[in-house]
């Protein structure tokens, strides 16, 4: 690690702005991975990185960061601007990321006096990630078992067309995202239980999860569809109401696959008409209803469509 010297240290030969002791600790944003595509075929794409990264300033845990993990440094001092945490940048002198240990610490000259006092008002927003509750279950997560249902490929389009009558909020406004809790019953379409949207999805998926909890809803036997990216934390939190089989319209993080392998969700990403990526779950997939062939050209636009952001 290495400092430029205070504007204090150097005199007027050098007016290069101060900049703290930091570590050059950037991660790839995107790994490649294989896909089942809607034909039952393997697709390679990539898909965007995931990491968690608990900053701790002066030795205090402070929050729990969901990041690509391109510029860690970056946005360490940019979350500490923002929240007002630290009085300026020449208060800090150093920023430490160790991915090893999924941890980035801050030190400042002198240690903020009024820690404390900040961190007792806080906020929830709608940001999609950051948040304390990936480092808190972890350890819950690893006990989860899930039943291993066989999923219809029919059912995915079924799903699919029922699904396009909801999405109110966005279709007048836009800027939301939606999540549903679905059914399936015996010779019959799709049964939507709750559709809700909200600004992040996050807050969408946690409705659900209070809706399931106030009735009493099994998870084990339904299927949970969202318009948002499938990352670590919405795999967490299928996970925890229960729920075996996750869809998306559209894509996931690396990390959000390795939970989803670890705990055995069936993730589908990318569902949209009759276009579907599997990324785990493949061998659960009935392919009853695969589509007739696609004009030329069309296996090139699938191959660009499971490496596309989410």
């Not at 430490?96 to 009024?114: C, L, N, P």
């Not at 799709?190 to 999805?201: K, N, T």
């Not at 696959?257 to 493949?282: C, D, T, W």
Request: include cysteine; proline fraction near 4%.
């Amino acid at each position: 690690m290495s400092r430029v010297p205070h504007s204090s240290d150097r005199g007027d030969r050098d007016e290069r702005p101060y900049c703290p002791v930091m570590s050059d600790a950037g991660l790839r944003p995107a790994h490649e991975v294989v896909a089942v595509d809607e034909y039952g075929q393997p697709r390679s794409g990539f898909i965007a990185g995931e990491q968690a990264l608990t900053l701790f300033l002066d030795d205090r845990e402070i929050v729990t960061l969901m990041t690509l993990g391109t510029h860690p440094e970056m946005l360490t001092l940019g979350y500490l601007l923002n929240q007002r945490l630290v009085p300026c940048l020449e208060s800090v002198d150093s920023v430490a990321v160790d991915w090893e240990k999924g941890e980035v610490r801050v030190a400042t000259f002198e240690r903020i006096s009024d820690i404390e006092e900040k961190l007792k008002h806080r906020t929830v927003t709608t940001g999609c990630g950051q948040g304390t509750v990936f480092g808190r279950i972890g350890d819950q997560i690893e006990k989860i078992r899930l039943p291993r249902p066989s999923v219809a490929q029919s059912l995915i389009y079924r799903l699919l067309a029922q699904i396009s009558d909801y999405n109110e909020v966005y279709r007048r406004a836009g800027a939301v995202h939606g999540c549903a809790l679905c059914g399936f019953a015996a010779d019959s379409d799709p049964q939507i239980h709750l559709f809700v949207e909200d600004v992040g999805r996050h807050n969408a998926a946690d409705a659900i999860s209070g809706y399931m909890w106030l009735n009493a809803i099994d998870g084990r036997d339904k299927w949970f569809y969202t318009t948002g990216r499938l990352t670590s934390e919405m795999v967490i939190k299928v996970a925890q109401m229960q729920i075996p089989i996750l869809l998306s319209r559209s894509g996931v993080t690396h990390r959000g696959l390795e939970l989803a392998q670890k705990i055995g969700v069936v993730l589908i990403a990318r569902a949209k008409g009759q276009h579907f990526l599997v990324y785990n779950g493949a061998d659960q997939i009935s392919f009853d209803a695969i589509p007739a062939a696609t004009a030329p050209g069309s296996a090139a636009r699938r191959a660009r469509q499971a490496g596309g952001q989410g």
